[in-house]
Nanobody, 123 residues
Framework: QVQLVESGGGLVQAGGSLRLSCAAS????????MGWFRQAPGKEREFIAA????????YYANSVKGRFTIYRDNAKNTVYLQMNSLKPEDTAVYYC????????????????WGQGTQVTVSS
């Protein structure tokens, strides 16, 4: 069992930056690929980024490529999402997820999900 807790969300102006964190419980964090997703009101949940177990491979949705960076610190059981050049359309609840297996390319399944953290970007 893995429990995930996101933090770092908030209100930011367009063009600004935020860094989201996702802290995982348990000793097996490095066994999981990690992903970030978001869901805006009235929209389906959207894949944002994924990182493999070692952190050597990442994958991004086109909508965030070049602006967002996913990275992890296995010693701290934490995965991060650095978000730069934020836009109002980035407003959503952001979720992290953990999945067994090495792949980072969607579609792929994730076994554990956090509760989410709200990101609001004002224009």
């Amino acid at each position: 069992q893995v429990q995930l807790v996101e933090s770092g969300g908030g209100l930011v102006q367009a063009g600004g930056s935020l860094r989201l964190s996702c802290a995982a419980s348990g000793r097996t964090f490095s066994s999981y690929a990690m992903g970030w997703f978001r869901q805006a009101p009235g929209k389906e949940r959207e894949f944002i980024a994924a990182i493999n177990r070692s952190g050597s491979s990442t994958y991004y949705a086109n909508s965030v490529k070049g602006r967002f960076t996913i990275y992890r610190d296995n010693a701290k059981n934490t995965v991060y999402l650095q978000m730069n050049s934020l836009k109002p359309e980035d407003t959503a609840v952001y979720y992290c997820a953990a999945g067994a297996g090495p792949s980072v390319v969607p579609p792929r399944g994730y076994d554990y999900w956090g509760q989410g953290t709200q990101v609001t970007v004002s224009s």
